[in-house]
């Protein structure tokens, strides 16, 4: 993959039952998405500020599968998710499981939203992993849908 002033080119994909999305930018700070610690703030303040933040981060998701899925849904479940982050090497460095596991959450969501997958438990997402990286460009998680069906 090579991203270049936004711009995103998706390079040797898989095959049929391998699918990427990428969600590519600025959206909360210098940051692609909120960690679990900011939405637990935003809950924390008030419970509509908390449901904002989880809203505009759904879709945020939704915008990038619309993008990058159209025409897809899971036609062999139960899925993995593999997430790939690249997080700003500029400024503090964050708690990965708290980006992990609130990206996690939006990003299911928003597969059940765009009907992509039926229902966001373990008949249709099985497991997914996790690595993280640090780029001097535009932040964004890349996040591959694996069909491992049984």
Known sequence: MTVTNGET??????DSTTKKVFIVGQFYGEKTLPSL???????SRHPQAGGKMKDDC???????IRKW???YKVTN???ILHYKF?????GQKRDVMNIFSWAD???????TDCKIIDKDNPDWVSNATHEFFYTDGEPYIEIEI???GE
């Open 9 to 14: 080119t998706v390079l040797n994909l898989k």
């Open 37 to 43: 610690n900011d939405a637990i703030s935003q809950y």
């Open 58 to 64: 759904k879709w945020i998701c939704i915008s990038a």
């Open 69 to 71: 899925l159209k025409g």
């Open 77 to 79: 479940p139960p899925i």
């Open 86 to 90: 690249y997080e700003p090497n500029r």
């Open 105 to 111: 959450k939006c990003f299911e969501d928003a597969l």
């Open 146 to 148: 694996e069909e491992k």
